[in-house]
């Protein structure tokens, strides 16, 4: 990393997570106050550290090449920061959370059990700039492959490497490859999956926004070793910042020549365009997203023939995720032995995970596959927040199931997550603790579903509707005796029939939940109560005199005036006033409001 | 049609010169448009307005009304001259080729784009397109056949055709569309002035003999008048009566005063019909007539397709089939007539007609589709013409001059004047008139000019305006668009109280008599 | 090998359905195949004019070696291919499809006209489906009836996306597409414009291929004959009868007419429903013909005129300037008189007869015959002139 001479390097973390919690006011301080040259400093940004828990993040460099990482940063904490640390080389020990001397302590463990390959710029590098990729040693691999490899000797890499498409599949990346090759013609196009629309997803989101040059660098290795001279960048919307970092970069690229035609001086020609998506999670199914790239409405269409044979405007394509081309150039420049060292024996090489929900650590996790849950989730994601219980973890999104803490020692690895009854999916980890119904859980999941379904077929437009329908009444406290079999019944037939994986993986969250928490089902429907005390329906909520500190909170927020109490006496809340929605309990600064 | 409307979906490209077709033939605009949509086949159309086909085009020719020859005789100078002819077809195949080629040499696309209006690129690009394709078709409809130069447009689309090897294989031919349900099949059998069934000639002794001995009768073998030719001759007054069947002169013919007047002077006229049309208003006599759900029989479709007619529901009071009424009045001026049931009638045809010899209503109420020729009962029917060769054995190419319209725009009269359909009527509107849900969303007809000539008009959307030809004039709402060039006016026929037939010019085309309704020269302004 | 007319002969399969061998073009559908060897799939998003669409979910079948079921209507049939077309498993999804579709659906098919043509209403009685057992929010949406031709009525709309994919892939218009998603998406046209203000051409494909009564021809809807029409095909849909079957066990003909279209040269074949001696309704029968189904609005709403009260029902003779109604005798007497009078005075050559292109071959054939043999002029022709 280039210091200009500067004693230190400061790297505002910058990514959508950070400025979210402020870090552009952050930025505008800092810019502020160095810009009168009194310090020592050289300010860069990068994209996210992984720290989303803690942002807004700083780390800063000294000319050791150490480094101290900042955490929970405001404008008004700049002043101090750069008096302390940057001109006298204190270091401010209460904001620390990671620190190059002692890589363990604070919450450096929480980098330290990654193991960053995707990940393995962001955060360390400005994702504007190419240089700093170029420095980093970005397009070697590239360079190396198109002056001196062959296609099919590329894909060969990949293959070994044993790297599976990260976009939830898991399908052997080389082989699918492989087919795009083996299919006729001339014409034949690449598409990057950045679509990214699992609540709770974010992994997509930050490689495009921290180090947007490891994906087209994968991209371009791609279209060579496939044949395609074309690519389409899928992104949805909803990412700006992650759009306009992909404008720039593959603007960048142009201007070095790494794409366009004579790439690297061969005569290779390749180009990358970014297509904005509009707001529909289907169109994250690849026939759908290339409907509607064709301008039709994105709806799927059965499959075969495949995308490999006949894919955009009939033509062959490969089509392939985020986090997958951005692992490419690494395993290029290291080989596929480093790759396939990494992993188990199904599934090689790392995976990013995206830790959200009551864990203590959000953010993102880098692990190797083989890591169990418990690894991901307590060593890494630092355990349940608030000190409550681990209940259950929802893996894979909307398509995924969730593992209770018997499974906690499953390993992360395709086959041994889908034998379990969950999916890896994109890397979504939702964590429960004991106060989350997992009825409610299903429906939340069947209710994004049935808002996304496209409505083409039957099975996933009436179907996961009924099953929202049948969930909602038992969240409301009028389940039926038979509605778990019938949930049961209709997941099966929507499973078997849909005409795409959103449907056919809809009723997933249910059916585990079903599977592993049957009993919450049953206290709902027969007990008309809600097992985790959540439920709205199926609660009372009631202040604990002992605790209760009658500090007031919970007054101000209630919004039927149903609590009463004299200041600094325990509160009491009025059970027939009371609408159950909880925003005295997420007030309360003692925990004294009990739901039951 | 040289082809069926089936394989038309089968072309690699097609000429549509002419030829309203998603709106005077739906069903065949189906099949082009399928074959644009689904099959890649490149679509160029030649025509004067924006119809909706030309949404569909890879190109669109906009032509002046009456400058066909011109710009077919341009698009055959690029085929020749850059050698995209079929070298093949035209050797084994025809005859007459260095007329040909002497002939649309002089039409190089500048000259032709002169004329025409069209760019010479264009004329170019379309040429080439034309002669890649591997099989590409023809259709063409009134929009050529109704000038004077009707039959040196069809033959110089023949001409086309033949040169670019275009001829006896699916997905190519010579298409004219045939606009009403059975005008081929009335052709098909005989109601000619000329000829007998299967267009065998009156002047021909031997076929005129083989008649005489069917019929028992001496016939007559004098060539008799065309329809256009018995106006004039009734308007001379050496025409005394006329038995009008099924045709709506007073709406349909060109220049109606002319026509009315014409009618007027007869001493005797017997109009047969199912309506009391502004015809049959004229006539002495008024015969009622069964319609098509009312009788038995058969129609032959544009493509030769010969299909069955049944009665559905019984004539209302008492209404007559039409056979029925021939023969009875047959019988009162002394000739009996054997047989009329239709299916006995349809085999009295196929002994007669070669072409139709094998079709009778047994055979085709087993549910087969017969396209004639079909010579006998075994025969499966022909749906493509001349697959090895010509009727007259090669192909002769016919080249012709481009020549002008009888009556082109002037001082006087400064815009052309164009006539045809829209979708929602059906020509003199004697049957979609009658519908309520047409006459809701269609209830009445307009002229559509240019922008550019409303503002020199002074033509607003929606106004009335006063359109006048030498023959007359007629008062009718205007629609302003962009679909029409500048330097022409269209005018729908089918509403009698803007009857464009007012306004026609009724110069016939010298070989086959047909008027030239698509070009008269004409003036508008606001009322 | 290249065929007599120049075609190009296409490569023959087999596969096994059910047990039974089946050949057909290379290229076909599984449910192309099925249907060339009489095997029943059962479809609802499937119409013969159009692509494959595979939304339905009905067709879905069991092939060796496939992940997951694939659809017959869409899946190309390869040599060799083992396909079963009915198991415990795919008779239990049908059955939970349809009764899917029907939890939204009315029950009562009484008073719906499309009771006893109902694709919808024909896999129920297969099924023994009178209730849906799934119980939840039903649709109640206005019903459309703004232009004199098209209704629509999107509460019997079962999404199968027919009327887009016709008006789009074969009529090349594209009035309508879905709007919305999920359980609201529905069929609409833009902005949800009036029928009349979007380029529709109310060619009916649209009512033509709609499964159930959510597309219907306005003019075909109404009361008295229609309602005799209507309870008929009620009492088919009762009795599981098909309508030649009932009209059978009742003893009257056959009510439907196929014939020859009116209006212009492409002879569409027409099937005109008559009850009492009047047209109640014009259908196109699919696959037929040139049309293959398809009409245009002439073809498939301008028959009005047949039974209009403004049709000639006696021959008329003129008296000065009006005409009197006289009897046919009179009438053919007076033309045989005065035509065989100028005949005479003036010679045959002075008459004129104008046949019509739009009467039968046989007539025409007749009025030729009548001008030349006994007229004695070839003065004989029609609007092929003009």
Known sequence: MAENGHKYKLVLGYGTCGIAAGATAVKDALEDAVKGGDYDVDLDFAGCMGYCFKEPVIEIFDSAGGSVIYGDMTAKKVPQLLDEHVAKGQVIEDWVIKDSDDPTAHEGDFLENQHRVVLRNCGKINPESIDEYIEIGGYEAARRALTGMTPEEVIDEVSASGI??????????????????????????????????????????????????????????????????????????????????????????????????????????????????????????????????????????????????????????????????????????????????????????????????????????????????????????????????????????????????????????????????????????????????????????????????????????????????????????????????????????????????????????????????????????????????????????SIDAETCTGCGACVKVCPT???????????????????????????CPSESIVAE | MTNTIDDLEEANAILVIGSNTTEAHPIIGLRIKKAVMQNDCKLIVAEPRHIRLCFYADRWLQHM??????????????????????????????EGFEELAEMVKDYTPEKAAEITGVAADDIREAARTFAAADCAAIVYAMGITQHTTGTDNVVTVANLSMLTGNIGKPGAGVNPLRGQNNVQGACDVGALPNVFTGYRSVSDAEVRKEFEKAWGVELPSEPGLTATAMIDAASAGD?????????????????????????????????????????????????????????????????????????????????????????????????????????????????????????????????????????????????????????????????????????????????????????????TGTMTRKSEGINEIDPHGKVWISLDDAEKYGIETGKEVVVSTRRGEIDIEAMVTERMPNGVIFVPFHYVEAAANVLTNNAVDPVSKVPEFKVSAAKVKAK | MTLSDGRLEVEEIKVEIDGTECTGPKGSTILD??????????????????????????????????????????????????????TEELERIRKTLVELLLSDHEMECQGCTKSGRCELQELANRYGITESPFVGEKHEYVEHVENPFVMRDYNKCIMCGRCIRI???????????????????????????????????????????????????????????????????????????SEEDMMEALGLDNWVTRTTCAYCGCGCQLDLHVIDNKVAEVTSPKMVGSGQGNLCVKGRFGYDFIASDERLTKPLIRKGKKFVEAEWDDALDLIAKKLGAIKKKEGADAIGVLSSARATNEDNYLVQKFTRAVIGTNNVDHCARL
């Open chain 2, 65 to 94: 009304p009456g400058t066909d020859v011109a710009l077919l005789n341009g698009m055959m100078n690029v085929i020749i001259e850059e050698g995209l002819y079929d070298k093949e077809f035209v050797a084994e195949r025809t």
């Open chain 1, 164 to 541: 599976r498409g990260r976009g939830g599949a898991g399908f052997p990346t080389g082989t699918k490859w492989g087919f795009a090759r083996k299919s006729p013609g001339e014409d034949k196009y690449l598409i990057c999956n950045a679509d990214e629309g699992d609540p709770g997803a974010f992994m997509d989101r930050s490689v495009l926004e921290g180090d947007p040059h490891s994906v087209l660098e994968g991209m371009i290795l791609a279209g060579f070793a496939i044949g395609a001279r074309q690519a389409y960048i899928y992104c949805r919307a909803e990412y700006p910042l992650a759009l306009s970092r992909l404008d720039i970069a593959i603007r960048e690229c142009h201007e070095k020549g790494y794409l366009g035609k004579n790439i690297f001086g061969t005569d290779w020609e390749f180009d990358v365009r970014v297509k904005k998506g509009a707001g529909a999670f289907v169109c994250g199914e690849e026939t759908a997203m290339m409907a509607s790239m064709e301008g039709k409405r994105g709806m799927p269409r059965p499959r075969p023939p495949f995308p490999a044979n006949s894919g955009l405007w009939g033509k062959p394509t490969n089509i392939n995720n985020v986090e997958t081309f951005a692992a490419i150039p690494w395993i290029i420049n290291n080989g596929s032995a480093a790759y396939s060292a990494i992993g188990t024996e199904k599934s090689k090489g790392t995976k990013v995970f995206c830790l959200a929900g009551k864990v203590r650590r959000t953010g993102l996790a880098e692990v190797p596959m083989g890591y169990t849950l418990k690894q991901v989730i307590f060593d890494v994601g630092g355990g349940i927040a608030g000190g409550r219980e681990f209940k259950a973890v929802q893996m894979g999104g909307p398509s995924g199931g969730c593992l209770p803490e018997s499974k906690l020692d499953t390993q992360v690895d395709y086959d041994q997550i889908t034998a379990a009854g969950a999916i890896i999916g994109s890397g979504g980890m939702i964590v429960a603790d004991n106060r989350t119904c997992m009825v409610d859980l299903a429906r939340y999941f069947l209710s994004f579903t049935q808002d996304e379904s496209c409505g083409k077929c039957t099975p996933c437009r009436i179907g996961t509707k009924r099953m929202l329908e049948i969930l909602e009444r038992i969240c409301a406290g009028e389940g039926k005796p038979e509605d778990i079999d019938m949930l049961q019944t209709l997941a099966s037939d929507i499973m078997a029939s849909s005409l795409c994986a959103l449907g056919g993986t809809a009723p997933n969250p249910v059916l585990t939940t079903l599977r592993y928490f049957k009993n919450e089902y049953e206290d709902h429907i027969f007990n008309h109560k809600c097992t985790a005390g959540s439920c709205p329906a199926l609660i009372t909520l």
């Open chain 3, 33 to 86: 195949m099925a249907k060339a060897a009489d095997i029943y799939i059962p479809t609802l998003c499937y119409d013969p004019r159009m692509q494959p669409y595979g939304a339905c979910r009905l067709c879905l079948v069991e092939v060796e070696g496939a992940r997951g079921l694939l659809p017959a209507c869409y899946a190309e049939a390869t040599d060799g291919m083992v396909v079963k077309t009915t």
């Open chain 1, 561 to 587: 005036e149903a609590i009463t109490g004299e200041k600094k006496q325990p509160h009491v809340i009025d059970a027939e006033a009371c609408i159950r929605c909880k925003m005295c309990l997420s007030r």
């Open chain 3, 167 to 241: 008006c789009r892939e074969v009529q090349g218009v594209g009035v309508y597409d879905f709007v919305n998603r999920g359980f609201k998406a529905i069929p609409g046209t833009p902005f949800d414009k009036d029928m009349q203000e979007t380029p529709c051409e109310f060619c009916g494909q649209c009512i033509s291929t709609c499964p159930t009564g959510a597309i219907k021809a306005r003019p075909y809807e109404g009361t008295g004959r229609i309602a005799a029409r209507d309870m008929l095909r009620n009492a088919c849909a009762y009795f599981k009868m």
């Open chain 2, 239 to 427: 025409l005394k009566a006329m038995y009008i069947i099924g045709e709506n002169p007073m709406l349909s013919d060109a220049n109606i005063h002319h026509a009315e007047e014409a009618l007027n002077k007869l001493d005797f006229l017997v109009v047969q019909d199912i309506f009391l049309t502004e015809t049959a208003e004229l006539a002495d006599v008024v015969l009622p007539a069964a319609s098509f759900a009312e009788k038995e029989g058969t129609f032959s479709a544009t493509d030769r397709r010969v299909q069955r007619v049944r009665k559905a529901v019984e004539a209302p009071g008492e209404a007559r089939g039409d056979n029925e009424i021939i023969a009875d009045l047959s019988k009162r001026m002394g000739y009996e007539m054997a047989n009329v049931e239709p299916a006995a009638v349809m085999d009295e045809i196929a002994s007669l007609t070669p072409q139709y010899a094998g079709i009778s209503h047994a055979r085709l109420d087993t549910g087969i589709t017969l396209h004639w020729p079909c010579p006998d009962a075994e025969h499966p029917g022909t749906p493509i013409l001349h697959t090895k060769y010509f009727t007259r054995g090669k192909g002769w190419f016919c080249p012709v001059p481009y020549k002008a319209p009888a009556e082109q725009a002037d001082a006087d009269y400064p815009l052309v004047l164009t006539t045809g359909r829209v979708l929602w009527q059906y020509h």
